[in-house]
């Protein structure tokens, strides 16, 4: 039986690359609907955009709509199709529509390149302009060409029918808003690269890469998942601080795209020149650590007495294939056989591999390459959420098989929607434990001993690698896999030191930890008086001393409420999510603290960590006195400012004792007094429900604490998020726990 838990519900899915043009491409405005095709766009159908799964075979496209226009009162019907699937036969896809006479939009995504078998070239390569004169020969009505930047085609207009406009890809929903009005078919075609082969042409040198690179301020982002929704990219990752969760850029899977840019949060800025800063680990040249290293003991040898069943599990694109491979080279340097059956699908976009490496002193052992249910004798899981799913569970049986895991979080797609989301690591690792026994179950961060060591997390499956190899969970010799890492010939002194930190770990982690030095506290398990004292130094950066004293006060208030309700030496948790939360509504980040976070030194440091040489850095604003709101909420657009602009963000910093004064310029916009009016409330709604705190009701008193963690923020997005706070407040100090015991 597999454990349920809170865990259940994680799962990884595949999704669109980094920069992909689907991520835009396929959105739909409010009230329509889109039909799915064959290609990643299909991907689409497990997404939040009103977009179906593909239910028609290539060339088909738009046939069901044929059919059901007739029994639907939906007028129009937008239809994906990838410029392969056209050059195929969807062309005739567009012919039996306009020959129906039915109203729909071809939406046809030119990404120049087979992306989800590979990248290959699209067989008779059409240009955008010889798909737009086809499109017009078959009958279509209007033609509408998107591009990042559609100047190009405007110049080129005379290669297009008259009747096609062109636009840039902001433009999308209002174009898709003007189609979807005309009777008959239409086609818009998204023109931009697929982001996965433009990245390999970079590599090879037939394109050009691009030398500005987004970065997010930590401490001016709010984790609002703003830049997200806008952009739909996973290399938006989450980042722990001190202060809470925060997002930032993985710029080792970034396709410059861009398109987070657009969102309404202030902390996003561009480098423009330099490089990305190559990390020295602990590892290098580290004499103490190579002593340790040599003194490690050998598992004892391997007894063959029949296969050897081990399943690898992790995330496409990591190298899960690569390590299966790595293992059954160093078996054949033995002079043993192996077979290795790689379970992919969609795993190139993320999605979920598992591998089945067998393994034998002769070939005839091995009379199948699946691994039968209940019989692998190890699991290698460089990712939980894939090691304990039940595709991957149901190879391992208790008093059998051993594992060897990595517990670090890998974000799944569910934090693209969620900023909140979690992978639950503790509660994948049970199911586990329960599935086999905790004995049997060994565990380290592959990715954060990886980065310490070596410098990047390139080689965190190498060093699980190792680990698992240490515990005697792979029956081959040193020497053999060792071999195989200078064969496989990528990054060889690297990943040899990786596998031998791996072992290290297995061995005597305490050594190696010892070797690290600790790692920074957790904040979850700050001391108390620690989370009150740094909401007090917060709030004197913030505005000065006088204005924390209200803070102050009112956390010893909450306190003492808190120790007569619950007696002493209780843990005071209520304290604790006001303490951080009071604080942060009164820090709120207007035009004065933005300017500070920006002129403190903090960003300046930051950037050095990830970025060396010659850069210069634009700041991305949309200041509320110099650009409009849409009717979204968001800005209509943002204004790039230059190194120019430093001096006058310190000036600005520099007067913020105005604030809140009858001299603030800037403090009498709508905005301002609400964020304003935001504490006052909520200091009020816990004074409110202090009398009234006892032990019946305290986790409603925690949770009415903790509720402006959900208010992040800037401009329409902290608005909307600042109103639901408001409703749940009235909920819960209207609850009758609030006022009684239970």
């Known amino acids: ?23 835009l491409s396929t959105r739909v405005p409010e009230g329509s609907e889109a039909s799915g095709g064959i290609g990643c766009h299909g991907m689409s159908g497990w997404m939040e955009r009103r977009n179906t799964f593909p239910q028609v075979p ?54 120049d390149a087979v992306a989800m078998t590979g990248g290959q070239p699209v067989d008779r390569r059409l240009s955008v302009p010889e798909i737009a004169r086809q499109v017009e020969a ?19 207009s005379a290669e297009f029918p008259s009747r096609t406009s062109f636009h840039t890809r902001g433009e999308l929903d209002a174009v898709q808003r003007e189609l979807r009005e005309m009777p008959g078919v239409t086609v818009l075609i998204y023109d ?15 394109a050009l890469g691009r030398t500005r690179r987004v970065f997010i301020h930590p401490a001016v982002c709010e984790n609002c998942g703003d830049c997200t929704a806008l952009s739909n990219c996973v290399a938006i990752r989450p980042a722990l601080t001190p202060l809470g969760r925060k997002r930032q850029i993985d710029q080792t899977v970034c396709n410059s795209d861009y398109a987070c840019l657009e969102a309404t949060c202030p902390a996003m800025v561009t480098v423009d020149g330099g490089k990305l800063r190559k990390k020295t680990g602990a590892g290098a040249q580290n004499e103490p650590l190579a002593r340790a290293i040599a003194m490690l003991p050998d598992p004892a040898a391997w007894r063959w007495t029949g296969p050897y069943d081990l399943v690898i599990t992790g995330v496409g694109g990591t190298g899960i294939i690569t390590l299966g491979a790595l293992i059954a080279t160093a078996a054949h340097l033995e002079g043993n056989s192996a077979s290795v059956l790689d379970f992919m699908g969609f795993a190139q976009k993320g999605g979920a591999v598992i591998a089945f490496v067998r393994l034998a002193e002769h070939s005839e052992l091995l009379n199948q390459t699946r691994i039968d249910t209940q019989q692998a004798d190890a ?43 979690d992978v639950h690591a503790a509660g994948l690792l049970a199911k586990i434990r329960h599935a086999i026994g905790t004995d049997a179950v060994a565990a380290c961060d592959a990715q954060a001993l990886s980065e310490r060591l070596l410098g990047d997390t390139l080689s965190a499956n190498v060093l699980l690698l190792g680990f698992a190899w240490q515990l005697g969970l792979v029956p081959l010799g040193r020497a053999s896999i060792e071999r195989a890492l200078e064969l496989n010939a990528v990054a060889v002194d690297s990943n040899k030191l990786a596998f031998s930190c791996g072992r290290l770990a297995a061995q005597d982690p305490a050594i190696l930890h010892s070797l690290l030095g600790n790692e920074a506290e957790d904040a979850g398990t700050e001391d108390l008086d620690a989370v009150i004292e740094r909401g007090r130094i917060r709030l004197v950066e913030y505005q000065d001393a006088r204005y924390a004293q209200p803070y102050v006060a009112l956390a010893g208030k909450v306190r003492a409420a808190e120790v007569a309700a619950l007696g002493a030496g209780a843990p005071l948790e209520l304290t604790r999510q006001f303490a951080r939360n009071y604080a942060k509504l009164l820090a709120y980040k207007d035009e004065y603290e933005v300017a500070r ?29 110099l650009v409009r709101e849409r009717s979204d909420g968001r800005p209509e657009r943002k204004l790039a400012f230059g190194g120019w602009l430093r001096p006058v963000l ?23 007094r609400a964020e304003r009016a935001l504490g006052g409330e909520y200091a009020a709604a816990i004074e409110e429900f202090l009398p009234r705190l006892n032990a019946g009701n305290h986790a409603l008193g925690v949770r009415l604490a903790a509720l402006p963690e959900r208010v992040r923020g800037f401009g329409g997005v902290k608005r909307s998020n600042a109103e639901r706070m408001r409703a749940e407040m009235r909920e819960i100090l209207a609850q009758p726990g609030a006022a009684t015991a239970q």
Not at 604 to 615: I, P, T, V
Request: hydrophobic letters at 40%; aromatic letters at 10%; a positive charge.
């Open 58 to 111: 290539m060339g088909s496209e738009g046939v069901d709509w044929v059919a059901q226009s007739f029994f639907t009162r939906a007028p129009h019907r937008f239809q994906n199709m990838g410029d392969g699937t056209y050059s195929h036969s969807g062309y005739l896809a567009i012919r039996q529509a306009v020959a129906a006479g039915v109203n729909i939009t071809y939406k046809i995504l030119y990404n």
């Open 597 to 625: 976070m920006y002129s403190d030194g903090s960003l300046e440091h930051a950037l050095k960590e990830q970025f060396e040489g010659d850069y210069a850095v634009r700041f991305h604003l949309a200041p509320e006195f």
């Open 379 to 421: 699991m290698i899981a460089c990712d939980l959420v894939v090691g304990a799913s039940p595709e991957a569970l149901q190879s391992l049986t208790r008093g059998r098989t051993r594992v060897a895991a990595n517990l670090h979080e890998i974000p799944t797609a569910a934090f693209v929607a969620n900023p909140d989301s």
């Open 192 to 206: 931009q690269v697929c982001a996965t082969e433009q990245r390999r042409r970079i590599k090879r040198g037939l």
């Open 650 to 672: 310190r000036l600005l910093a520099g007067v913020r004792a105005v604030r809140g004064t009858p001299f603030d310029p800037l403090g009498w916009s709508a905005a301002r």
């Open 1 to 23: 039986k597999v454990l349920a838990n809170d865990a259940d519900g994680v799962r990884r899915i595949p999704y669109f690359c980094a920069g992909c043009p689907h991520n």
């Open 138 to 156: 078959e009958g279509v009505a209007r033609i509408a060409v998107l591009a990042e930047d559609a100047q190009p085609w405007r110049e080129r």
